[in-house]
């Protein structure tokens, strides 16, 4: 078969890891507005810095583990766990990260950009430790 059949052939594991991982995502992305004090999404719209880095940051670490459950699993299944593992885990970063900076999320809404950036860097930090700890 030439090379395009055999591609076209995999359409149907693209579309189910895509559809896995999209809704994974948007998991991740309800239980962490959920869970956080602070209105991540109002905040955004109101064009706030803080906010914008904090939760941009905390989906990039949450992505990037997931990146490599998808590269890295046996199954859907298996990548779905992995995926949960990570979800789990940038939870817990942010409950981590309130701890030098207990009040973060009221820094957050009054737009402090150290506050914000504290939380999306610690996020990529812990997602990035997560993914390459996914490889092994």
Known sequence: ???VGVS????PWFLAYM????ALTLVYVVIYIWVTPHPEIKL????NVAAALAFGGS???FCMPLASAIANSVSLADC???GL??????????FLVCLPIPKISERIENGEIASGLW???ASLAGGLLNAASMTN
């Open 59 to 61: 989906l990039i670490g």
């Open 1 to 3: 078969m030439d090379p």
């Open 85 to 94: 593992v990570a979800l789990i885990v940038q939870i817990a970063i942010f």
């Open 44 to 47: 955004i719209r109101d064009n």
């Open 119 to 121: 939380l999306g860097i």
């Open 80 to 82: 779905a766990l992995w």
């Open 19 to 22: 559809a896995t991982a999209v």
């Open 8 to 11: 076209l052939n995999e359409l």
